[in-house]
């Protein structure tokens, strides 16, 4: 089984949902930052719920937006 993946983007930034097969209990929200054809990761976020880590990337489009 693979691990889940989802992508977002957020303001010119990617946000990715990370749930590994390894560890089912944790979900992992990371922010990317690309620079040039590089991406490195701005931050990580871990939660131990999906909808706590979907609560997390719906408060950055808000806070982004405003």
């Not at 693979?2 to 990371?30: C, H």
């Amino acid at each position: 089984m693979k691990d889940f993946r989802e992508k977002f983007s957020v303001n010119g930034k990617t946000v990715e949902l990370i749930n590994r097969y390894s560890d089912p209990a944790m979900w992992i929200v990371n922010v990317l930052k690309k620079f040039f054809i590089f991406k490195s990761v701005e931050s990580s976020h871990w939660f131990n719920s999906r909808k706590d880590a979907e609560d997390f990337i719906n408060d950055l489009k808000l806070i982004k937006s405003s």
